[in-house]
Structures are given as C-alpha cells and as structure tokens.
Nanobody, 119 residues
Framework: QVQLVESGGGLVQPGGSLRLSCAAS????????MGWYYQVSGKQRELVAT???????NYADSVKGRFTISRDNAKNTVYLQMNSLKPEDTAAYYC?????????????WGQGTQVTVSL
C-alpha cells in the first residue's frame, strides 16, 4: 500500500506563488510516475503536470511557463512550484502516483490540498 501526504496549499493573491509537496511512503515501485491534478467543485479532476522517475515532464497547456514540477527520488517526494497564480487556478490539488507492474496498473491519490487565489 502507498500513502501520499500533501502539503503547501493555502490562500495567495493573484500573481503570487505557492509550492506544493507530496511525500510518498509504503511499497513504492521504483519506475513510478508522480503528478498533480486539480479539481474544482462539481467538475472532473484534471491533469496539472506529471513527472517520471527519469525527470520527463508533461504539463497542461494552462500552466505551461507558470508551474514547474520536480521530484526528489531519494525522498520519494514530488513538488509543484506554482508562480504567477491566477484566480482560475483556485481548486483542490491532488497528488497522484502510478506504476505498472507485470501488466497491472496501480494508482494512488493523496487527500488533496486547497489552493485559493484571491485578493
């Protein structure tokens, strides 16, 4: 079993910055992909960014150039640096970890951390 613990959410003014962290513990398969998704109340959860163990990244178009995902493999931790925040970035942000083992996909979610961008 894998546990994901997020931190770093909060209230920030437009144009400000936040850094989210997600620490993974438990039985973690080394070749896992970690990432962040966001969800606005009443809507589907959507991709923010993902990163492989080797550092290959993928971003949603809406955050390219503003958000940076990074990863510390030794600590099994993924970060999301969020700059130039906009009110439309307001959402619950969820950490995600997934891997494929012998043809079976495993996926885990954190509990979510709220990010609110407002004056």
């Amino acid at each position: 079993q894998v546990q994901l613990v997020e931190s770093g959410g909060g209230l920030v003014q437009p144009g400000g910055s936040l850094r989210l962290s997600c620490a993974a513990s438990g039985s973690i398969f080394s070749a896992c992909v970690m990432g962040w998704y966001y969800q606005v109340s009443g809507k589907q959860r959507e991709l923010v960014a993902t990163i492989t163990r080797g550092g290959r990244t993928n971003y949603a178009d809406s955050v390219k150039g503003r958000f940076t995902i990074s990863r510390d493999n030794a600590k099994n931790t993924v970060y999301l640096q969020m700059n130039s925040l906009k009110p439309e970035d307001t959402a619950a942000y969820y950490c995600n970890l997934k891997y494929n083992l012998f043809g079976k996909e495993y996926e885990y979610w954190g509990q979510g951390t709220q990010v609110t961008v407002s004056l």
